[in-house]
């Protein structure tokens, strides 16, 4: 079964949703590889105006990485190995020649929040959630997220996010700068809050992206996104990091 749909709108636009409900559309190596495919399809396509990411259901944007796959067990090499496909897929995103828009149809933590932060702009419902909470479990962001993190929102709202790790409700995401617009389900459903962007040509969009890109992030994005991958890999080897992920592990059994 597929993990990752991509479909081209005939108003043109890119439509990616992933499709993994039963686990809350958590991210794992299937996944990562379809994610990474869908972008280069994406990429090789003429006349795409933005690209939105969301998830299936109405449960989770992304629960971020599967943990039968991000078990604790990895050395730091094994986690550098199972962790880096996705700082490949974050960068993608980050850089992709179209505007992208993550429409956070639910809570999104952990990696989710990673991934939705690779995109340029982000809708979220008003019930939903979403944290940074990989300080919980011992490490860092994995993917790179952190540091796209820091190029979003102001530099001191994203440290005290990071180091909290605590899940922020919509309205205080809202005001820290990580959502754009805060949407009704029916809203988010409807594709209303796009509207604004369908008038546009593929042209304007592309130059504007351009911009965009190029005064956000510095010439040595991916080696510091690199670098967090490193950092998160180094600590997933650490006591704090086996011990929290037990915890975590045995508190969804119970």
Same mark, same amino acid.
């Given at each position: 079964?597929?993990?990752?749909?991509?479909?081209?709108?005939?108003?043109?636009?890119?439509?990616?949703?992933?499709?993994?409900?039963?686990?809350?559309?958590?991210?794992?190596?299937?996944?990562?590889?379809?994610?990474?495919?869908?972008?280069?399809?994406?990429?090789?396509?003429?006349?795409?105006?933005?690209?939105?990411?969301?998830?299936?259901?109405?449960?989770?944007?992304?629960?971020?990485?599967?943990?039968?796959?991000?078990?604790?067990?990895?050395? /730091?090499?094994? +986690? *550098? $190995?199972?962790?880096?496909?996705? @700082?490949? &897929?974050?960068?993608?995103?980050?850089?992709?020649?179209?505007?992208?828009?993550?429409?956070?149809?639910?809570?999104?933590?952990?990696?989710?929040?990673?991934?939705?932060?690779?995109?340029?702009?982000?809708?979220?419902?008003?019930?939903?959630?979403?944290?940074?909470?990989?300080?919980?479990?011992?490490?860092?962001?994995?993917?790179?997220?952190?540091?796209?993190?820091?190029?979003?929102?102001?530099?001191?709202?994203?440290?005290?996010?990071?180091?909290?790790?605590?899940?922020?409700? /919509?309205?205080? +995401? *809202? $005001?820290?700068?990580?959502?754009? @617009?805060? &949407?009704?389900?029916?809203?988010?459903?409807?594709?209303?809050?796009?509207?604004?962007?369908?008038?546009?040509?593929?042209?304007?969009?592309?130059?504007?992206?351009?911009?965009?890109?190029?005064?956000?992030?510095?010439?040595?994005?991916?080696?510091?996104?690199?670098?967090?991958?490193?950092?998160?890999?180094?600590?997933?080897?650490?006591?704090?990091?086996?011990?929290?992920?037990?915890?975590?592990?045995?508190?969804?059994?119970?």
């Amino acid at each position: 079964m597929e993990l990752v749909n991509l479909v081209f709108n005939e108003e043109g636009y890119a439509q990616l949703t992933l499709n993994r409900t039963e686990k809350l559309n958590s991210v794992s190596k299937q996944m990562t590889e379809e994610l990474y495919k869908a972008l280069q399809k994406v990429k090789e396509t003429k006349d795409i105006k933005f690209l939105t990411l969301t998830g299936e259901g109405e449960r989770a944007f992304c629960a971020g990485g599967d943990l039968t796959e991000l078990h604790a067990d990895m050395n /730091a090499e094994e +986690a *550098y $190995r199972v962790l880096h496909p996705m @700082k490949v &897929v974050l960068f993608e995103l980050a850089t992709l020649p179209v505007p992208t828009i993550a429409l956070l149809n639910g809570q999104a933590r952990g990696g989710g929040c990673e991934l939705a932060t690779a995109c340029d702009f982000r809708y979220g419902v008003e019930s939903a959630s979403f944290g940074f909470v990989q300080a919980n479990l011992g490490i860092t962001p994995g993917w790179g997220g952190g540091v796209l993190l820091y190029s979003r929102i102001h530099p001191n709202a994203a440290a005290h996010w990071l180091m909290e790790a605590n899940m922020y409700p /919509a309205k205080q +995401a *809202y $005001r820290i700068g990580w959502l754009h @617009k805060m &949407v009704t389900v029916n809203q988010l459903k409807s594709m209303d809050m796009i509207q604004s962007f369908l008038n546009k040509t593929p042209e304007q969009m592309k130059w504007f992206k351009k911009q965009y890109t190029a005064y956000l992030f510095s010439q040595d994005l991916s080696q510091k996104m690199e670098e967090e991958v490193q950092q998160c890999s180094h600590l997933w080897e650490s006591d704090a990091h086996k011990e929290a992920v037990q915890k975590f592990m045995d508190k969804r059994k119970n």
